[in-house]
Structures are given as structure tokens and as C-alpha cells.
């Protein structure tokens, strides 16, 4: 399983490919919105940990979802359920 550490790292990598610009994450408490990244982008980087992680993350689980920390532990959540 990958580290909190890895799936920071995961998110800012695909973040920066959806937003076609470099991304720096300061803090998991950063809003997913103010990174420049909005929902269509959102659902862009959730596809690809999906697919990357092999997980299924279901979109009611997605409802609240404002940081990438929180982005983060629903993903090692869903890890976790695998």
C-alpha cells in the first residue's frame, strides 16, 4: 500500500497535469479550489487514482470533499476497503 507521503505526491502529480501548470501543495489543508482546480478538474485526478490505485471511489463519498487531505483519506480509506 502506498504511503501518505506517495499518495500526496500521486495527487500533486496528476494535479499538475490536469491544470497544465506546476502545482505546489504547501499543505494538506489546501482547498482542491484554490489550487486552481475545479470540479470537472476534480473528477479528472479522482479517474486517474482510480486507475492508478486500482481502487472504485463511489461519487456520494465525494460529497464534502473541499482539501486534498480529505481527498487523501477518503483514498487511503478506499485502499484500506480493497
Known sequence: MKSRAELLQT???LA???A????ELTSEAM??????IDSLGMLEIIGEMERELSIRI??????GINTVGQLVDLVERRLGAG
Open 16 to 18: 499538475t497535469r490536469v
Open 11 to 13: 495527487f500533486q502529480q
Open 31 to 36: 482547498a482542491i479550489s484554490a489550487l486552481g
Open 58 to 63: 463511489p461519487d456520494d463519498q465525494l460529497v
Open 20 to 23: 497544465e501548470r506546476p502545482i
